[in-house]
Nanobody, 119 residues
Framework: QVQLQDSGPGLVKPSQTLPLTCTVSGDSITTSFYYWSWIRQPPGKGLEWMGAIGYDGSTYYSPSLKSRTSISRDTSKNQVSLQLRSVTPEDTAVYYC???????????WGQGTQVTVSS
């Protein structure tokens, strides 16, 4: 059974960097040919795919967020991380890590982390 545990600060101030971590169990993040995505859902809106890191360490980003987003991994801890820079209140959302690409090709989800951007 694959389980994803995403975690991060619940509150971030504008202009700061939001760090999120996803700890994976039941599968290795280096298993071919899986991808590990970050997806968010702002209040009252749909799911937004932010980016992903592949089994081989390759990274992919949404064009709209690419300039502010970095996705990395720690294979020794089986973790995937996201950093979102220069946050604004519009970045308030529930953030999910997931196995798969985009929002249509995901088979496992984390439980979601509520992040509020406010001063």
């Amino acid at each position: 059974q694959v389980q994803l545990q995403d975690s991060g600060p619940g509150l971030v101030k504008p202009s700061q960097t939001l760090p999120l971590t996803c700890t994976v169990s039941g599968d290795s993040i280096t298993t071919s040919f899986y991808y590990w995505s970050w997806i968010r859902q702002p209040p009252g809106k749909g799911l937004e795919w932010m980016g992903a890191i592949g089994y081989d360490g390759s990274t992919y980003y949404s064009p709209s967020l690419k300039s502010r987003t970095s996705i990395s991994r720690d294979t020794s801890k089986n973790q995937v991380s996201l950093q979102l820079r220069s946050v604004t209140p519009e970045d308030t959302a529930v953030y999910y890590c997931a196995r798969g690409l985009l929002t249509d090709y995901v088979d496992y989800w984390g439980q979601g982390t509520q992040v509020t951007v406010s001063s």
